[in-house]
C-alpha cells in the first residue's frame, strides 16, 4: 500500500471543537458595574432625601450609564468608570486625611484596587 493510499484509507480525526466563550470573563468589571450602581442608588437616595443637592443626580445617572455600558465592555464605559473610581479614591482620601473617618480610608482603597484592576492590560484588550 502506497503512503496516499493508507492516509485515504485511515480514518480522519474529528475536528477540534470550537472554544466555548466564556459567560463572565471578568467577574470584576460585574463587580465594579455592581459598585457603581450601588453608589448611583445612595445618591438618588441622598437626594430624595434632601442630603445631596439634585445636581448629584447627573453624576447617578453617569455612574449608572458607566455600569450598563461596562457590563457590555465598552471602552466608553470603561473610561467612565475609570474616572469615576479614581476621583472617589482621591474624594475620600482627601476625607480621611481632613477628618480621619476610618470608613473613608476603606472606600479610598476600595476604591484604589478597582481602578488598579481597571487599567490591567488583559481588561482593556477585551474592551471595544
Same mark, same amino acid.
Given at each position: 500500500?502506497?503512503?496516499?493510499?493508507?492516509?485515504?484509507?485511515?480514518? #480522519?480525526?474529528?475536528?477540534?471543537?470550537?472554544?466555548?466563550?466564556?459567560? =463572565?470573563?471578568?467577574?470584576?468589571? =460585574? $463587580?465594579?458595574?455592581?459598585? /457603581? &450602581?450601588?453608589?448611583?442608588?445612595? /445618591?438618588? /437616595?441622598? &437626594?430624595v432625601q434632601g442630603h445631596?443637592?439634585?445636581?448629584? =443626580? +447627573?453624576?447617578?445617572?453617569?455612574?449608572l450609564t458607566a455600569a $450598563?455600558?461596562?457590563?457590555?465592555?465598552?471602552?466608553? $464605559?470603561?473610561?467612565?468608570? =475609570?474616572? +469615576?473610581?479614581?476621583?472617589?479614591?482621591?474624594?475620600?482620601?482627601?476625607?480621611?486625611?481632613?477628618?480621619? %473617618?476610618?470608613?473613608?480610608? &476603606?472606600?479610598?482603597?476600595?476604591n484604589v484596587v478597582f481602578?488598579?484592576?481597571? %487599567?490591567?492590560?488583559?481588561?482593556?484588550? #477585551?474592551?471595544?
Amino acid at each position: 500500500m502506497s503512503d496516499t493510499e493508507r492516509s485515504t484509507a485511515e480514518p #480522519k480525526a474529528p475536528p477540534a471543537p470550537a472554544p466555548q466563550r466564556e459567560l =463572565l470573563p471578568f467577574p470584576g468589571l =460585574l $463587580a465594579i458595574g455592581l459598585y /457603581l &450602581v450601588l453608589l448611583a442608588g445612595v /445618591l438618588i /437616595l441622598g &437626594v430624595v432625601q434632601g442630603h445631596y443637592p439634585a445636581l448629584l =443626580l +447627573a453624576l447617578a445617572a453617569a455612574f449608572l450609564t458607566a455600569a $450598563a455600558g461596562m457590563v457590555m465592555l465598552f471602552r466608553w $464605559a470603561w473610561a467612565g468608570a =475609570l474616572a +469615576a473610581v479614581f476621583l472617589l479614591a482621591c474624594y475620600n482620601g482627601w476625607i480621611f486625611s481632613v477628618q480621619h %473617618v476610618g470608613a473613608s480610608l &476603606v472606600q479610598s482603597l476600595l476604591n484604589v484596587v478597582f481602578f488598579l484592576y481597571l %487599567v490591567r492590560r488583559e481588561v482593556r484588550e #477585551k474592551l471595544r
